[in-house]
């Protein structure tokens, strides 16, 4: 049998460790978001301070990670800083392969050490070690510093960089130089506990009971994704593809939200960078997609010691590019010169900071500077202005920094604090306290972000419907139930740790077989209840931890621009959210206040 029920606690006040097997938590839940859905109920004590040592990081893996095609993410849980309920966020690159190698599907980590530490697992050795000299370094070098690969098996690093350090609420845990557990501000939950980084050494291997049923699935899986163009998509150019299409469609964000074409647009699209600075794609371990796109990025070296011959002293570093952070450092800021896009992408892997959001709270700062809000006293003679790339850069510095002052303090703390502080609110682009992802696409994107149990566009594919659906009437219930369908259907992809590219790979009849030779037993009919109850859970959670469906602002900047369905109407996307609650609520589960009428909920403003 794979090893699929161990978990890893480690306490980092204590310095302790200890294994506890539980075989009827994964035979339920299967791995993944299950798993931590339950363990963040069981294990994070009800409205916790985020930074407290008692609340708990939870990372868990797949039953089939290293066994099959594209089987390849870890999902973290946590409470995020940033929104104050849910941090949910999913990684890849070797870590979930290495932390099954090494025998664990699931770690709990609690506590906080006096001083920074690495947690370093070797297998069954597992050691919290002093990193005083890891303190300040970026990832890259943290990685650099614990080595790339173990002596005798797959070796995986992770590790904050100096915003999650310094508290930045949206600071990422940088995954394999490449890689992150991103958005919600995991990076700032590490600098909290003074864990600077986790290296994980697995080489147990995994058993299967049933080799040649496993090895079928295997082989029917990987013909879908190679030998049909499932995936083609993703391993060309990748999701910067989007650029150009969602440009044409109208669907682009551009200048913090005003608009949804931007004119410069080819300048910066997929195509272009792969023309003049892709440099190598990689894949994640236990996957033939390839999609991960590596940017070269040339630097000037020691400017001050190489004047007038600046064309000779350059040094490289590679820099993973997709849509995400292309719109959000690229068109929602003007940026129109690929390498000053790269290299804000580049400033953001050093520090681990989220890009998406980066980008919304540039945006914010841009507009705000332009309308009068904050000056340079505000910005330390900085003057933000839409397309000047080391402007931004110096700023994200400044965010980062462990002397920041008031302005770049509100900065670090979210979009909605410095709006709140500054002013600005009507453009300050967030939803449930998080930026959105770049796709204007109509009405389905945006409520599915809002009603979306970690406000992604990744909970429900709500930007999907959207696309699909262009030129149809508008019908507020059958996106709603599109919505549920989907988040349900996801957080069982998610369970089993499959890439979100390969959600169309695995469908229910084929999940259930291939479960059913690794010994967890689901019908397609109790994956979709499942699916539902996790959905469930984390409702639940966000619940418990004072989220309401009624509070959440919408800015009115994303009811101005034009989409490919309009300008979005308030009422409209009202209809949504009340359906999504309906539906939800005649499943069991309570997620409106009882004092508010549904006819009132989403005040828009």
């Given at each position: 049998?794979?090893?699929?029920?161990?978990?890893?606690?480690?306490?980092?006040?204590?310095?302790?460790?200890?294994?506890?097997?539980?075989?009827?938590?994964?035979?339920?839940?299967?791995?993944?978001?299950?798993?931590?859905?339950k363990?963040?109920?069981?294990?994070?004590p009800?409205?916790?301070?985020?930074?407290?040592?008692?609340?708990?990081?939870?990372?868990a893996?797949?039953?089939?990670?290293?066994?099959?095609?594209?089987?390849?993410?870890a999902?973290a849980?946590?409470?995020?800083?940033?929104?104050?309920?849910?941090g949910e966020?999913h990684?890849?690159?070797?870590?979930?392969s290495a932390?099954?190698?090494?025998?664990?599907?699931?770690?709990?980590?609690?506590?906080?050490?006096?001083?920074?530490?690495?947690?370093?697992?070797?297998?069954?050795?597992v050691?919290i070690?002093?990193?005083?000299?890891?303190?300040?370094?970026?990832p890259?070098?943290?990685?650099?510093?614990?080595?790339?690969f173990?002596?005798?098996?797959?070796?995986?690093?992770?590790?904050c960089?100096?915003?999650?350090?310094?508290?930045?609420?949206?600071?990422?845990?940088?995954?394999d130089?490449?890689?992150?557990?991103g958005?919600?501000?995991?990076?700032?939950?590490?600098?909290?506990?003074?864990?600077?980084?986790?290296s994980?050494?697995?080489?147990e291997?995994?058993?299967?009971?049933?080799?040649?049923?496993?090895?079928?699935?295997?082989?029917?899986?990987?013909?879908?994704?190679?030998?049909?163009?499932l995936?083609?998509?993703?391993?060309?150019?990748?999701?910067?593809?989007?650029?150009?299409?969602?440009?044409?469609?109208?669907?682009?964000?551009?200048?913090?939200?005003?608009?949804?074409r931007?004119?410069?647009?080819?300048k910066?699209s997929g195509?272009?960078?792969?023309?003049?600075?892709?440099?190598?794609k990689?894949?994640?371990?236990?996957?033939p997609?390839?999609?991960?796109?590596?940017?070269?990025?040339?630097?000037?070296?020691?400017?001050?010691?190489?004047?007038?011959?600046r064309?000779?002293?350059k040094?490289?570093?590679?820099?993973?590019?997709?849509?995400?952070?292309m719109?959000?450092?690229g068109?929602?800021?003007?940026?129109?010169?690929?390498?000053?896009?790269?290299?804000?992408?580049a400033v953001?892997?050093?520090?681990?900071?989220?890009?998406?959001?980066?980008?919304?709270?540039?945006g914010w700062?841009?507009?705000a500077?332009?309308?009068?809000?904050?000056?340079?006293g505000?910005?330390g003679g900085?003057?933000?202005?839409?397309?000047d790339?080391?402007?931004?850069?110096?700023?994200?510095?400044?965010?980062?920094?462990?002397?920041r002052?008031p302005?770049?303090?509100?900065?670090?703390?979210?979009?909605?604090?410095?709006?709140?502080?500054?002013?600005?609110?009507d453009?300050?682009?967030?939803?449930?306290?998080?930026?959105?992802?770049?796709?204007?696409?109509?009405?389905?994107?945006?409520?599915?972000t809002?009603?979306?149990a970690?406000?992604?566009?990744?909970?429900?594919?709500?930007?999907s419907?959207?696309?699909?659906?262009?030129?149809?009437?508008?019908?507020a219930?059958?996106?709603?139930?599109?919505?549920?369908?989907?988040?349900?259907?996801?957080?069982?992809?998610?369970?089993?740790?499959?890439?979100?590219?390969?959600?169309?790979?695995?469908?229910?009849?084929?999940v259930s077989?291939?479960?059913?030779?690794?010994?967890?037993?689901?019908?397609?009919?109790?994956?979709g209840?499942?699916?539902?109850?996790?959905s469930?859970?984390?409702?639940?959670?966000?619940?418990?931890?004072g989220?309401r469906?009624?509070?959440?602002?919408?800015p009115?900047r994303?009811?101005?621009?034009?989409?490919?369905?309009?300008?979005?109407?308030?009422?409209?996307?009202?209809?949504?959210?009340?359906?999504?609650i309906?539906?939800?609520?005649?499943?069991?589960?309570?997620?409106?206040?009882?004092?508010?009428?549904?006819?009132d909920?989403?005040?828009?403003?």
């Amino acid at each position: 049998m794979p090893l699929s029920n161990r978990i890893l606690y480690v306490d980092l006040t204590e310095g302790t460790s200890k294994v506890v097997e539980r075989p009827e938590l994964f035979q339920k839940y299967i791995g993944g978001a299950g798993v931590a859905s339950k363990l963040l109920l069981d294990e994070a004590p009800a409205k916790i301070d985020p930074f407290s040592p008692d609340a708990p990081i939870i990372i868990a893996g797949s039953p089939l990670t290293t066994v099959l095609p594209c089987i390849v993410k870890a999902v973290a849980m946590f409470k995020s800083p940033l929104t104050g309920n849910l941090g949910e966020t999913h990684a890849a690159g070797y870590f979930p392969s290495a932390l099954s190698l090494a025998g664990y599907s699931a770690l709990v980590i609690k506590g906080a050490s006096v001083e920074p530490v690495a947690l370093v697992i070797n297998d069954s050795d597992v050691k919290i070690r002093k990193a005083s000299s890891l303190w300040g370094l970026s990832p890259l070098q943290v990685e650099q510093a614990l080595g790339s690969f173990g002596d005798d098996g797959l070796h995986s690093v992770i590790s904050c960089g100096a915003a999650g350090e310094n508290f930045v609420h949206y600071s990422n845990v940088v995954v394999d130089r490449y890689h992150h557990f991103g958005r919600m501000g995991l990076g700032a939950i590490f600098g909290s506990k003074r864990l600077k980084a986790i290296s994980v050494n697995g080489a147990e291997g995994v058993a299967l009971t049933n080799p040649l049923t496993i090895k079928d699935y295997y082989e029917k899986v990987y013909q879908n994704i190679v030998g049909t163009d499932l995936m083609v998509k993703y391993h060309d150019y990748g999701t910067p593809a989007n650029i150009l299409s969602l440009n044409e469609m109208g669907a682009l964000p551009t200048e913090n939200f005003r608009k949804t074409r931007f004119e410069d647009a080819e300048k910066i699209s997929g195509e272009t960078i792969a023309e003049n600075r892709l440099e190598r794609k990689i894949s994640c371990a236990s996957c033939p997609i390839a999609c991960v796109h590596l940017a070269d990025v040339k630097d000037e070296f020691s400017p001050p010691h190489e004047r007038g011959r600046r064309e000779l002293f350059k040094e490289s570093r590679l820099v993973p590019y997709n849509y995400e952070p292309m719109y959000a450092l690229g068109s929602n800021l003007k940026v129109s010169d690929y390498d000053g896009l790269l290299r804000l992408i580049a400033v953001c892997e050093e520090l681990g900071l989220d890009v998406m959001t980066a980008g919304n709270i540039l945006g914010w700062a841009t507009e705000a500077f332009e309308k009068g809000l904050i000056g340079e006293g505000e910005t330390g003679g900085l003057k933000p202005v839409w397309g000047d790339s080391a402007t931004y850069v110096e700023m994200l510095r400044r965010i980062s920094s462990a002397r920041r002052s008031p302005f770049y303090s509100a900065l670090a703390r979210g979009l909605d604090s410095a709006a709140d502080k500054y002013g600005g609110k009507d453009f300050a682009v967030s939803l449930g306290g998080i930026g959105p992802a770049g796709y204007m696409t109509g009405y389905g994107s945006i409520a599915g972000t809002v009603v979306g149990a970690r406000h992604s566009h990744l909970s429900n594919s709500g930007y999907s419907y959207d696309e699909g659906n262009l030129g149809k009437e508008f019908d507020a219930e059958k996106i709603a139930a599109y919505l549920v369908e989907q988040e349900d259907w996801l957080y069982i992809i998610y369970s089993l740790g499959v890439c979100y590219f390969a959600r169309k790979v695995y469908d229910k009849t084929m999940v259930s077989k291939m479960l059913a030779a690794i010994g967890i037993e689901h019908t397609p009919e109790s994956l979709g209840e499942l699916g539902r109850e996790i959905s469930h859970n984390l409702l639940k959670y966000k619940f418990q931890e004072g989220f309401r469906m009624d509070s959440i602002r919408i800015p009115k900047r994303l009811l101005e621009p034009e989409t490919p369905w309009g300008r979005l109407d308030e009422g409209k996307l009202k209809q949504i959210i009340a359906a999504y609650i309906r539906k939800r609520e005649k499943e069991g589960v309570k997620i409106k206040s009882e004092d508010v009428a549904l006819k009132d909920l989403l005040s828009i403003r």
